[in-house]
């Protein structure tokens, strides 16, 4: 297990898209976390092991989590994004095995990167 590595991250307007990579992502559970300014640290989208998918509502339709077992790197493709968006976004990882609905929460996950930042303007 390397330590994650978040990368991607910037400053794009309303509307626009961005893909954030975790690099050292081999673990069965992935998911990405974000933290806006002055907010609690939420779930934005999960996957296990076999590509099954969990999102926040406030994402759905608009974001998408894949991995790349090959290049052991974990991906968020963000598209139609939204000044609410704008906040730190965490990689994570966990070496327990849950179910993907209980992956937003944070409990599950052992494993943090040190974050990459969005920024979405009006």
């Known amino acids: 297990q390397g330590e994650l590595v978040e990368s991607g991250g910037g400053s794009v307007q309303a509307g626009g898209s961005l893909r954030l990579s975790c690099e050292a992502a081999t673990a069965y559970q992935m998911a990405w976390f974000r933290q806006g300014a002055g907010k609690e640290r939420e779930g934005v989208a999960a996957?296990?092991?076999?590509?099954?998918?969990k999102y926040t509502d406030s994402v759905k339709g608009r974001f998408t989590i894949s991995r790349d077992y090959g290049k052991s790197t974990l991906y968020l493709q963000m598209d139609g994004l939204k000044p609410e968006d704008s906040a730190l976004y965490y990689c994570a990882a966990s070496s327990l095995v849950f179910a993907v609905e209980e992956g937003l929460a944070q409990r599950w996950y052992n494993r943090w990167g040190q974050g990459t930042q969005v920024t979405v303007s009006s």
């Open positions: 996957i296990d092991a076999v590509g099954q998918t």
